[in-house]
């Protein structure tokens, strides 16, 4: 037990926080060795993108500089609404992911153009409220649909299959989509 003074006790105590406070701060303003920060969105070097609705600054530069994705994929974390999209361009070979429409990652790929044919719809037709009927209206009947269990979020998806694209949805909103997908076979009846 600490015993003499407040003023020598508070002394004590006090040096080893400024210390810790002291080292906090430095480490925090070091970073964390020598990661890379994702790379931004840096519109002051580079010249002024054309903005096309519903797309962000890198996603309407990757655009102008690829066209539309060949195919992607778009999902929406169920307990938030950030929005996670992946871009493929198979027959270039490369890829990239956004987050909520800011560019994290660009990569390559092998080219399945051959197997997955370029998709003629576009990221930003696909929203968190989009319904089922919304997507039917725009990619025509579904071919098949599924109520599926979520195990890990403790309720009910629907899958919905359409000739080009997978959705799907919970409490009727959508949750995930992708482009890469091939034309199922139904067998003919008989």
């Not at 999902?75 to 999209?85: A, C, L, N, V």
């Not at 039917?136 to 629907?158: A, C, F, H, I």
Request: net charge negative; aromatic share 8%.
């Amino acid at each position: 037990m600490l015993r003499g003074n407040k003023s020598q006790r508070s002394r004590l105590i006090g040096a080893p926080l400024v210390f810790l406070t002291f080292l906090i701060v430095t480490v925090v303003l070091a970073g964390c060795g020598n990661q890379s920060s994702p790379p931004a969105s840096n519109t002051q070097s580079e010249p002024d993108v054309s903005l096309i609705p519903g797309l962000s600054a890198d996603q309407s530069r990757m655009v102008n500089q690829l066209g539309y994705p060949e195919q992607f994929f778009v999902s929406y974390d169920p307990s938030g609404s950030t929005r996670m999209e992946t871009w493929s361009y198979p027959s270039k070979a490369k890829s990239s992911d956004f987050s909520d429409g800011r560019l994290l990652n660009q990569g390559t790929l092998e080219d399945q153009s051959a197997e997955y044919p370029p998709t003629t719809l576009h990221p930003q037709d696909f929203t968190l409220t989009m319904t089922v009927e919304e997507a039917s209206r725009m990619l025509g009947e579904p071919v098949y649909s599924q109520d599926v269990e979520d195990s890990l979020m403790s309720g009910k998806n629907t899958v919905v299959v359409f000739n080009n694209a997978i959705l799907q949805f919970r409490s009727g909103e959508l949750l995930s989509m992708d482009t890469q997908v091939k034309a199922p076979e139904i067998p003919a009846a008989k």
